[in-house]
């Protein structure tokens, strides 16, 4: 297991070592010591969680206020467009965001800690995401902030939208820009 620093130093790509043959293949997709060998974090994951989407569906920006998750985002099948967003009001990268194409076979995985919005857009027929979290979920505390806010500028792959926009549910429909939503202080 391997950390990449990306623009956001938080934010990291990790890369799991795939060993193939004739039959398949195998990996160790999360192994809790190796992980903190090569982040420098001892977190504990609370909770897994599997997505199952069809294309252009784009899912976030998400995040919990009171109970902020840290997140360990893998493709299973499929492709993703997948976002982080620091929302840390006193952090000097607050709104910059980076982006990375994850998916069946890329051997990657993301971490995002907690402070951070996530998001992603399906570029496959269909992707089945696989995420674990630091914390549980807390709907009280369950927030979106809208995907195409100008003030952040995330650059989607708009090729990926089958009907001119993406399939959003109706919270992230609803969800505000920016300049309106909670954030981390």
């Not at 492709?79 to 000097?92: E, T």
């Not at 971490?111 to 998001?119: D, L, R, V």
């Amino acid at each position: 297991m391997r950390a990449i620093p990306t623009k956001l130093p938080e934010v990291l790509l990790i890369e799991e070592e795939r060993h193939g043959d004739a039959r398949g293949f195998f990996c160790q997709s999360y192994h809790r010591r190796d992980f903190a060998q090569a982040t420098g974090l001892d977190v504990e994951f609370v909770q897994d969680n599997h997505s199952h989407s069809v294309a252009g569906t784009l899912r976030g920006l998400h995040y919990q206020l009171a109970h902020p998750q840290g997140k360990l985002v893998r493709v299973v099948s499929g492709r993703i467009f997948d976002v982080a967003v620091d929302l840390r009001r006193r952090s000097p990268r607050f709104a910059s965001w980076v982006a990375f194409e994850l998916g069946e076979g890329t051997e990657r995985q993301l971490w995002i800690p907690p402070g951070f919005g996530h998001g992603f857009l399906v570029l496959s027929e269909t992707a089945d995401v696989c995420y674990k979290t630091t914390e549980y979920w807390d709907g009280a505390s369950d927030r979106s902030l809208r995907w195409n806010d100008p003030d952040l500028a995330i650059q989607w792959p708009e090729t990926a939208f089958p009907d001119g926009g993406p399939r959003l549910s109706e919270k992230d429909r609803r969800a505000p820009p920016l300049s309106q939503a909670e954030v981390f202080e």
